[in-house]
């Protein structure tokens, strides 16, 4: 997803000719950062760190917080099951079963991918696609996917698989300590819907193994997450925007479910052009209500 | 300054213009200029579009009226067009969309911003930013319903006007269905193509879960800065194009010509109209290497001077029954002019601007054409008959090719309190 990691150089940038007149010597000493850095310290987190310099969070929003930080480690840990399983069959050279697995385990991790990205170098060596690194650093889901769907043969993967394995045990540990706040989760849920309006609805996640829409559909999931444990305080404050983005979220699985295919999706190449148009607009009818979630903070 | 001091300093209400001031001269000058602004703003609502004279680029077009603005309005510069298809299928979801835009068309032609600024910074701004400071620019916006919008999804088929037929097929026709039709278009008009965009832009971002744009074309036409006089635009093709526009500003011409009146159309459409939309693909290519008496026989005009053949000026008489020494007709009979002429008695309302769409992929050549449209009072009785002569023997017809069509019930204008489409929700 280079989108994702454009994203916060991008954004400093952006940020720091907007704020030079203020004279912000961090955001100018950022930007001077090499595009090909690791992305040691992601943008959700240097957003959510200085939008919080608000009060701590009321009691209520403090309890949605927790829930969240559970659904998040539970997702996690099935990451680590999926991922173990997935890796199993690449070592074992079964391609049938790895590629069946595939899809579905990578969906626990889009799911909380705000968390993730939030975590240092995770992102970019769990979910990297080719050319978004340098190519002697790249590792991951991806790799495995050109090596199963495009050269066809995992004979040589077996220190990739051991090394995503590995990735994925280290972020469950890192997740339990995970920073959330109430910015970054408003943030967070549009974050996910933008991924996939960047690179899910175009194709452009999944470049061999066309699963595009299991990621699009994991991506949604996780927004829905986030309002779910934030619905009481949107209610409060705007019942009309909390029945809206509802409404939303009920259509946009409806544009969904004519691709739904056993337990997952058909293949982004099946779909006709009308098709993802209005997916990509039903998804733009949920992001643009769900972008008001801040409204929860302040005022 | 960052944006949190900005709207602590203006309390959450500054306009584009403010913004401006504020940039300029700092907060004192603000408040001062944002009075000026609103005792301008609130002098100014003189609701006859016809009646606007030319003060300054900055002019504002008011939005409010009998009639939309964008009609017979004098032409802008620019124009951003779109059709939106609606999602919804809830009439209350319709009329409360209507009523959002029109709050908002009223503010953006002010010059304003889309609507008022939070200062919750984890909120998205509400208005997309890119006209702040910006001029109104004689910014207008026009909302008209297709046929579509009648059908069986929100119980108003009865209501659909009778002038608001479904256009037939004209001869060479090779419509597409993405650039035809649409629930309700939107045409946007300024004088600047920023001002334009943004205020489409806005509109279908407030329309998001109810409405999803259908087509989108920009156009534009010489700018008023490149011929101060005035004059009759030029086309693609290089001819003027619309010496024979009626004179609306005389209100009697625009009953005759423009306005629904009950006579054809429901009470509901009275002061509306009827706008077409064609897109017609030019043939560039062609045209270009065609000789000038192919070009001038095919307009009937001489290229230069806009002058009917024969004539020296371009107000000259069409005499369309001249002939020449060996008795053949001066200005040939299937010229462009001399079948859209209608023996004098149809006429139609041209608001037309060209358009520039890049290339065609497939072929490298240019996609570009007109952006035709028009108003009339009753399509079955002006357009139709009009576009049925032109479409069959048109000499025109071997240079250009309609892509696409729309024709749309322009609803009545609103007054303050009110809002378009009030007279039918």
Redesign the interface.
């Known amino acids: 997803m280079i989108q994702k990691w454009g994203y916060p150089i991008a954004a400093v940038v952006l940020s720091s000719s907007l704020l030079a007149a203020c004279g912000n010597a961090q955001t100018q000493t950022e930007e001077k950062k090499p595009e090909a850095a690791q992305p040691d310290k992601p943008a959700a987190a240097d957003q959510s760190a200085s939008a919080s310099t608000a009060s701590a969070p009321s009691p209520e929003l403090q309890a949605s917080i927790d829930q969240y930080r559970k659904w998040v480690v539970d997702q996690t840990d099935q990451f680590v099951k999926a991922t173990e399983s997935f890796t199993t069959a690449v070592k074992a050279g079964d391609m049938e079963k790895a590629k069946k697995e595939y899809a579905p385990a990578r969906a626990y991790f889009e799911r909380i991918e705000p968390i993730a990205e939030s975590l240092g170098d995770f992102d970019p060596w769990i979910d990297a696609r080719e050319g978004d690194v340098p190519d002697n650093e790249w590792r991951g889901y991806h790799k495995l996917e050109k090596a199963l769907w495009e050269t066809k043969s995992v004979a040589d993967q077996g220190k990739v698989a051991d090394q995503l394995l590995q990735d994925v045990k280290q972020l469950r540990v890192k997740v339990e300590s995970v920073e959330i706040d109430v910015p970054m989760l408003v943030t967070g849920a549009v974050e996910l819907l933008n991924e996939v309006s960047t690179s899910k609805v175009t194709g452009e996640e999944e470049r061999y193994s066309h699963t595009d829409l299991y990621d699009f559909a994991a991506n949604v999931e996780g927004a829905h997450e986030i309002y779910k444990v934030l619905k009481p305080a949107v209610t409060a404050k705007d019942s009309a925007l909390a029945n809206e983005i509802e409404a939303r979220f009920a259509d946009l699985d409806k544009a969904l479910a004519p691709y739904r295919k056993g337990d997952g999706y058909v293949l982004y190449t099946e779909l006709k052009e009308d098709q993802v148009k209005k997916l990509s607009q039903s998804l733009d009818a949920l992001a643009e209500p769900l972008s008001k979630m801040g409204t929860i903070v302040g005022g | 300054?960052?944006d949190k001091h900005l709207a602590n300093t203006t309390a959450n209400k500054f306009t584009r213009r403010e913004a401006l001031k504020l940039a300029g001269v700092g907060g004192i000058g603000l408040l001062l200029g944002a009075t000026g602004v609103n005792s301008l703003l609130s002098s100014s609502p003189k609701n006859e579009q016809t009646s606007a004279t030319p003060t300054g680029a900055d002019e504002v077009i008011p939005f409010y009226g009998k009639h939309q603005s964008g009609i017979i309005t004098p032409m802008q510069d620019f124009i951003c067009m779109g059709a939106f298809d609606l999602?919804t299928t809830s009439l209350g979801d319709v009329r409360t969309l209507f009523q959002s835009w029109t709050q908002a068309a009223a503010r953006l032609t002010a010059g304003k911003n889309v609507d008022e600024e939070?200062?919750?910074?984890?909120?998205?701004p509400v208005d997309t930013g890119e006209a702040m400071g910006l001029r109104p620019m004689k910014l207008t916006i026009t909302f008209g319903l297709g046929a579509s919008f009648f059908d069986e999804r929100f119980g108003l088929t009865a209501k659909r006007p009778a002038p608001l037929v479904d256009l037939p097929r004209f001869n060479s026709d090779e419509m597409r269905k993405e650039w035809s039709g649409g629930d309700i278009v939107v045409q946007v008009c300024a004088n600047d193509p920023q001002v334009a965009f943004h205020a489409l832009r806005n509109l279908a971002?407030i329309a998001?879960?109810k409405a999803?744009l259908h087509w989108l074309q920009e156009g534009f036409q010489r700018t008023s800065a490149s011929d101060p006089t005035g004059s009759t635009p030029r086309n693609l093709m290089g001819f003027k194009d619309g010496t024979n526009n009626p004179q609306v500003n005389d209100p009697a011409t625009a009953n005759e010509v423009v306005w629904a009146n009950t006579a054809e159309s429901p009470a509901w459409m009275a002061g509306g109209s009827y706008m077409v939309m064609r897109r017609i693909r030019m043939r560039i290519e062609v045209w270009d290497r065609s000789t000038l008496t192919d070009q001038e026989n095919t307009f009937g005009r001489h290229r230069l001077t806009g002058a009917p053949l024969g004539k020296a000026n371009e107000f000259d008489e069409l005499e369309l029954d001249r002939k020449d020494a060996k008795g053949k007709p001066v200005i040939p009979v299937d010229s462009h002019v001399a079948l859209a002429h209608m023996e004098g008695k149809v006429k139609i309302l041209r608001r037309g601007y060209s358009y520039s769409s890049g290339m065609d992929l497939k072929t490298g050549q240019l996609d570009a054409g007109l952006l035709f449209i028009c108003f009339n009072r009753d399509p079955r009785k002006q357009f139709i008959p009009m576009q049925q002569r032109l479409a069959s023997v048109d000499l025109l017809n071997e240079y250009i090719t309609h892509v696409g069509s729309g024709l749309y019930a322009c609803l009545p204008g609103a007054s303050e309190g009110g809002y378009i489409g009030d007279t039918l929700f």
């Open positions: 300054m960052n999602t939070s200062d919750n910074t984890l909120l998205p971002r998001r879960g999803v």
